[in-house]
C-alpha cells in the first residue's frame, strides 16, 4: 500500500509535466526529495501543504546557459535563478569555467566576467564540483569545463594556436574534469583568449570527450557574417568526436545579417539528420558581452552594465558617454575596459523563429555581477511563459515549458529531472498562468519575476510568497547519456 503521509503534498493544481503532453489537474507528493505520487490524493496528508488551485505546477527549470560557475558559491541564495523558477543551472558556458585555474594567474577577459576570486581558486575540476557539495547552493549544478579558461591556465600566451605538448597537457585537464563529474566542455572561439585555437586542436583538446559522449558545447568564432561557416565548425567537431553538439544562443547578429535565421535554422535541422545538435536561445533582442572596442559590435546601440575603471558609467548608453569625453565609440569603449555591456545587435523577427525552432531550449546566459546586469539574468523564463507564450502566442504553454524543462534535460543527460514523474527529484515551480511575467527591465534590471508563487528544489522549499526561505537543496548533477530510444542508458 503507498503511504498517504508524505513530506509536502502541493493540491489542485493543474499539472504541465515537461513532456509537452497537454496539462492535467492532480496533487503531487514529494518524500525524501523524490516525487512520490501524481494524482488525485484527496485523504493524503504531509508535513507541508502547497495549494495551487488555479496554478500551473511544473518541473522546476532548467537554465541551460549559465555563468553562474563562481555565483552558486558566491551568492549561494541564487534570488535571481530561484526567483523566476529556475532549480538548475548548466555552468561553464563560452569557453570559461571556474576550474581550473591557479591562485597566482592573471584571468584575461571574458575569464574574469564569472568574478573568480584569487583567493580560494580551483586548481582541479573536482575540488570546485566537492565545494559545492560541501556548501551547496540553493539550485542544482551541472557544469563544463570552458577550453578558454584550459588555454589561459595552460598556454604562456593565447595569441596563437596551441602546440603538441599544449594540447596534450589539456587534453589531460579534460580528463580530469569529466571524471570528476564534468558534463561537456564548453569554448568560446568568439573571444580574444580562444580566437588563434583551430578546429583541429580544439578536436584534439576535446578527444576525452567522446568515450563519454559528453557535450560539446560552443559560443561560435562567428554569429554574423560567418555564421554559416561557424555553424559548420561547430558540426565537423561534433562528427569528428561523435558527440553531441550545442549551438549556444543561436542568433543572428547585425543589421546586414537581419533575417538570417530563415537560413541557419534550415541547416541545423538539415544537420540533425545526421548528428545530435541542439541549440539553446535567450528571449531578447540584446546580448550582453564583454565590452569590445571593435567596430563590428558597435553598430548598434550599446548600454555599459559594467566598467571596471568607471563604475559610475553602469546603467549609461555607450553614445552619451562618448559624447560626454568628446572622443568616439572605439575609444570610449577602450577606456571603459575591463567590462561588461549589452548591445542591441539582433532582430526581433530572427528572436522569435528561433525560440520557436521545436529544438530551441531556453537559457539566459545572464552574467551575475555588476549593478546593471542584463534583464535575461532576473527575467530569461518568466518572458518567455509570458511575453512570449501567452502575450505574443509564439507557441502553447506546455511547448514553452518543455523547452526549459524536458528537453533541456533529456538534452544534458540530466537523469530523472525535467519531467514531472513518481521517483524522479522533486524539482517543481508552481505559477500563475495569467499573471506571470519578468519584471526586470534595462533601466531597472534586478526586479524579480512576477507570478511564481513556489520553487521546490530537491524537495526543499526554496522559493514562496515573493520570498526566498533560505533552503540550500541543490546537487552537483552528472551526466547520464540518453541511448537513442531515448531512454537513460
Ligand atoms: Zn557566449
Ligand atoms: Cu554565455
Avoid at 144 to 161: F, I
Avoid at 188 to 213: D, H, M, N, W
Avoid at 225 to 254: N, Y
Wanted: glycine share 8%.
Amino acid at each position: 500500500m503507498t503511504p498517504t503521509h508524505h513530506d509536502l503534498l502541493i493540491r489542485g493544481g493543474t499539472v504541465i509535466d515537461g513532456t509537452r503532453a497537454p496539462r492535467f489537474d492532480a496533487d503531487i507528493a514529494i518524500q525524501g526529495g523524490r516525487i512520490s505520487a501524481i494524482g488525485n490524493l484527496a485523504g493524503h496528508s504531509a508535513d507541508t501543504v502547497i495549494e495551487a488551485k488555479g496554478r500551473i505546477v511544473a518541473p522546476g527549470f532548467i537554465d541551460s546557459h549559465t555563468h553562474d560557475d563562481q555565483a552558486v558559491l558566491s551568492q549561494a541564495a541564487m534570488p535571481f535563478k530561484v526567483s523566476q523558477g529556475v532549480t538548475t543551472v548548466v555552468a561553464g558556458n563560452c569557453g570559461i569555467s571556474a576550474a581550473p585555474l591557479r591562485p597566482d594567474m592573471e584571468l584575461p577577459m571574458p575569464l574574469s566576467l564569472i568574478d573568480t576570486p584569487a583567493e580560494g581558486r580551483f586548481t582541479t575540476f573536482r575540488a570546485y564540483l566537492d565545494a559545492l557539495r560541501t556548501q551547496p547552493s540553493s539550485v542544482n549544478v551541472a557544469a563544463m569545463v570552458g577550453h578558454s579558461t584550459l588555454r589561459a591556465v595552460t598556454m604562456g600566451s593565447l595569441d596563437r594556436e596551441a602546440t603538441p605538448e599544449e594540447i596534450a597537457a589539456m587534453q589531460a585537464l579534460v580528463e580530469e574534469a569529466m571524471e570528476a563529474g564534468a558534463i561537456g566542455l564548453s569554448t568560446g572561439t568568439f573571444y580574444p583568449p580562444a580566437v588563434k585555437a583551430t578546429t583541429e586542436e580544439i578536436i584534439e583538446v576535446c578527444r576525452p570527450l567522446s568515450a563519454r559522449q559528453a557535450l560539446y558545447v560552443t559560443h561560435m568564432r562567428d554569429e554574423a557574417d560567418q555564421v554559416m561557416q561557424a555553424l559548420d565548425e561547430t558540426f565537423r567537431i561534433g562528427r569528428e568526436l561523435d558527440v553531441p553538439v550545442v549551438v549556444s544562443h543561436h542568433k543572428v547578429q547585425s543589421p546586414q545579417n537581419f533575417g538570417k535565421s530563415q537560413v541557419t535554422l534550415p541547416h541545423i535541422r538539415e544537420a540533425m539528420k545526421k548528428q545530435r545538435i541542439c541549440l539553446d536561445c535567450y528571449p531578447y533582442t540584446a546580448g550582453s558581452t564583454m565590452i569590445r572596442a571593435d567596430r563590428g559590435m558597435l553598430d548598434c546601440r550599446v548600454l555599459i552594465a559594467d566598467s571596471q575603471p568607471h563604475p559610475e558609467c553602469a546603467g549609461r548608453d555607450l553614445d552619451d558617454i562618448a559624447r560626454e569625453w568628446g572622443v568616439d565609440r572605439v575609444e570610449a569603449s577602450r577606456r571603459l575596459q575591463p567590462g561588461s555591456a549589452i548591445y542591441f545587435m539582433m532582430d526581433e523577427n530572427d528572436v522569435q523563429r528561433i525560440l520557436a525552432f521545436e529544438d530551441t531550449m531556453i537559457g539566459s546566459d545572464g552574467i551575475p555581477a555588476g549593478e546593471k546586469p542584463h534583464p535575461r539574468l532576473w527575467g530569461t523564463f518568466p518572458r518567455v511563459l509570458g511575453h512570449y507564450s501567452r502575450d505574443v502566442g509564439l507557441f502553447p504553454l506546455e511547448t514553452a515549458v518543455w523547452k526549459m524543462t524536458g528537453l533541456t534535460a533529456r538534452n544534458f543527460g540530466l537523469h530523472q529531472r525535467g519531467t514531472l514523474q513518481p521517483g524522479h527529484h522533486a524539482d517543481i515551480v508552481v505559477f500563475d498562468a495569467q499573471t506571470i511575467r519578468d519584471a526586470a527591465s534595462y533601466e531597472d534590471p534586478k526586479k524579480p519575476a512576477e507570478g511564481i508563487d513556489a520553487v521546490i528544489v530537491n524537495g526543499a522549499v526554496t522559493w514562496q510568497h515573493g520570498a526566498h526561505t533560505g533552503a540550500r537543496g541543490g546537487q552537483v548533477i552528472t551526466r547520464q547519456p540518453i541511448s537513442q530510444d531515448g531512454q537513460n542508458a
